[in-house]
């Protein structure tokens, strides 16, 4: 349904009877009982379907996870904003990135995250505007660089004008009221995440600013409940109601038709609940997340990818969503990296069974999935490497979280999910990062002096402090090696400490291998085509690392944490170190040299040419350590969500 708005239309009318028409319709509008206020626009939204912006593919490349509010300020206010993100186009280039994921860019109330939504179909103020986002598009797309929103389905914020509508109570002239769920009587049983998901409307307690979890029962008899699975600030939608629904489908497309290439859908699994046990993950919920998938993809060339933490493999499954972040496995990557043999192991089987379109990363903006990649690996630059190549290199598409590649910190001091989310560090500028010309709207994170993107950019890339160099090559392996970026996984193996994994598409085929540890490793690769030559793609330059033995094996030698990525191929015969289930040949003849010393994991100065890594890059600055969380901020969002 559509409200009536009733705007006078200056212009038209002589003035005197403009006026009198008005009293009129006013007196009308007073007399219907203000049923006619604009309370939310839900005009129907038809599809302009178009033609694709972007190269196929394209969603297959590594992705940005980006704050808008933290990334970049063009005006000097201290928050970041669309123009700002503009601007950082080029950077996002020229790391190698083919698709950002913004948080929330939608109206919201929460002044900070933007999962609070107040309207779906407008831009967040202190972001900027509608032009500016068809700007952004328009700048993204002339890079080859596609955008997703994140869109988020099940819930409003409490100040959501449908919501105010729906406080006003049930009845026939309240049409807002069964936009959201309610329940009479207190509900019995309900235990979601450690609290009480009904809220008792006579104790306002959207204004609660402690922890849901510590809200006051109601007391006995009360009545007048709404559901918020989120926390009471964030009531969830009715979803059983058609009208939601297509409320949602129009609001998807409006963004769609504007040339928007996707959504990150948010929570899904919590659309639809059915009683105090079966509230996660219904069948209900997959069933809408199928209505949703199906109409991005009916827009060519787009792409979606849905939270789902309790079971990401059900809604990577084109049934479902057709795409999901991987919970539940990620956080090998980094356990890997921090010398689990039982991780190393499982970074070796889960792409055997896994659908290749679910998502990956390290790290996000919730600290359940983990603080800063940084603060993970204490610091250490060599594990944060290590880390990183298994999900660059591996199949699913990679989410790097801003900031990640140049090695920012989280803020410590702040609370909850805030130490993750501080502004982008650009510069080495201790007030405003680079970030804004203003005061920034969060303190910056504590290394931004030695990590940020001008210092991490001076840095050659032989040097093993260069992060930012390390994740340009990955993504250039990725961009440039069509089986990294959407090829099959075979032939995978944990060793050890050492993962190994081949990756195939057409005549290309790539061999990946990561040694987690932090010793030499000399590792027997198996099942890879008798004779064929092994030449370095990482590190760069080509050189023939070895030849692959009659048995279909060949043993290569790997620096503690350190990664090797071969192109298998048939070579033309030249000195090559022959290798066989004995190892590399140690001949001493000038290519064969270099190729030893590339198989032994040296970074190359120059081709061939080895040096040492540095003691700092193995070990972690104690400063750069995060502290324990111990005081409140002010605008924290509720802490209660996995996602919030
Ligand atoms: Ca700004
Ligand atoms: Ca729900």
Redesign the pocket.
């Given at each position: 349904m559509k409200p009536l708005s009733l705007q006078a239309q200056p212009g038209r009318w002589p003035g005197k009877v403009s006026a009198f028409l008005l009293a009129g319709l006013w007196a009308l509008t007073l007399a219907t009982g203000l049923r006619a206020a604009p309370v939310l626009d839900t005009s129907p939204v038809a599809a302009r379907h178009g033609t694709a912006h972007l190269p196929p593919h394209w969603d297959r490349g590594a992705f940005m996870e980006i704050f808008v509010r933290a990334y970049q300020d063009s005006d000097g206010d201290g928050i970041g904003d669309l123009r700002g993100l503009i601007s950082r186009l080029d950077y996002l280039k020229d790391l190698g990135i083919r698709g950002i994921w913004l948080m929330p860019i939608t109206r919201s109330a929460d002044g900070d995250h933007g999962y609070a939504t107040t309207d779906f179909r407008d831009i967040e103020p202190a972001y900027g505007t509608l032009a500016d986002f068809d700007e952004l598009l328009r700048q993204a797309h002339a890079r080859g660089i596609g955008v997703i929103t994140d869109y988020v389905i099940?819930?409003a914020a409490h100040q959501h004008p449908a919501f105010q509508q729906a406080l006003k109570g049930p009845g026939p002239d309240n049409p807002w009221r069964d936009w959201f769920v309610w329940s009479q009587d207190a509900p019995q049983g309900w235990d979601i995440w450690g609290k009480n998901p009904w809220y008792h409307v006579a104790a306002r307690p959207w204004e609660w600013t402690g922890d849901p979890k510590d809200l006051p029962p109601a007391p006995p008899g009360a009545q007048d409940f709404y559901f918020g699975?989120f926390g009471p600030h964030m009531p969830?939608?009715n979803?059983r109601k058609p009208e939601v629904v297509n409320y949602h489908l129009d609001s998807l497309r409006f963004w769609l038709n504007r040339g928007l290439d996707g959504f990150r859908l948010d929570a899904v699994p919590?659309?639809?609940?059915n009683n105090a046990k079966d509230w996660n993950d219904q069948p209900e919920s997959r069933q809408l997340t199928k209505r949703f998938q199906d109409l991005i993809r009916a827009y060519p060339n787009r792409t979606v990818v849905c939270e789902a933490t309790a079971e990401p493999q059900a809604y990577g499954d084109p049934a479902v969503c057709g795409g999901a972040f991987a919970f539940g496995y990620v956080h090998h990557f980094v356990k890997a990296a921090q010398g689990e043999a039982a991780s190393v192991q499982q970074l070796a089987e889960y792409y055997r069974k896994a659908r290749p379109t679910m998502a990956t990363f390290v790290s996000n903006h919730d600290r359940f999935a983990g603080q800063r990649l940084w603060d993970q690996v204490g610091g250490d630059v060599a594990r944060y490497k290590v880390a990183a190549a298994g999900y660059l290199l591996q199949p699913g598409t990679p989410y790097i979280y801003y900031g990640e590649e140049v090695g920012q910190a989280g803020v410590p001091g702040l609370d909850g999910d805030l130490p993750l989310r501080a502004p982008m560090s650009w510069r080495p500028d201790a007030a405003g990062a680079g970030f804004t010309s203003g005061t920034p709207f969060r303190p910056v994170a504590p290394n931004v002096l030695t990590h940020n993107a001008q210092t991490q950019a001076q840095l050659q890339a032989q040097d093993p402090r260069s992060i930012l160099s390390f994740y340009k090559a990955m993504l250039a392996l990725r961009n440039t090696r069509p089986s990294i970026a959407r090829g099959s996984f075979e032939h995978s193996f944990a060793d050890g400490l050492v993962l190994g994994f081949q990756r195939r598409l057409e005549g290309e085929r790539t061999v990946v291998l990561i040694n987690y540890g932090t010793g030499l490793a000399s590792v027997r690769v198996p099942d890879l085509p008798p004779g064929q030559a092994l030449r370095s793609a990482y590190p760069a330059g080509g050189a023939l690392s070895a030849r692959v033995g009659r048995d279909g094996s060949a043993t290569l030698h790997l620096a503690p944490l350190s990664v090797r990525v071969f192109d298998i191929g048939s070579a033309q015969a030249q000195a090559a170190p022959a290798v066989g289930r004995k190892g590399v040949n140690t001949t001493k003849a000038s290519k064969a040299t270099k190729a030893t010393k590339a198989a032994k994991g040296a970074k190359p100065k120059q081709e061939g040419k080895a040096v040492k890594r540095p003691k700092q890059a193995q070990s972690a600055p104690a400063a750069n350590q995060r502290t324990t969380p111990s005081s409140a901020g002010k605008g924290a969002a509720p802490s209660t969500a996995p996602t919030r």
């Open positions: 099940n819930h699975t969830d939608f979803m919590h659309l639809v609940e």
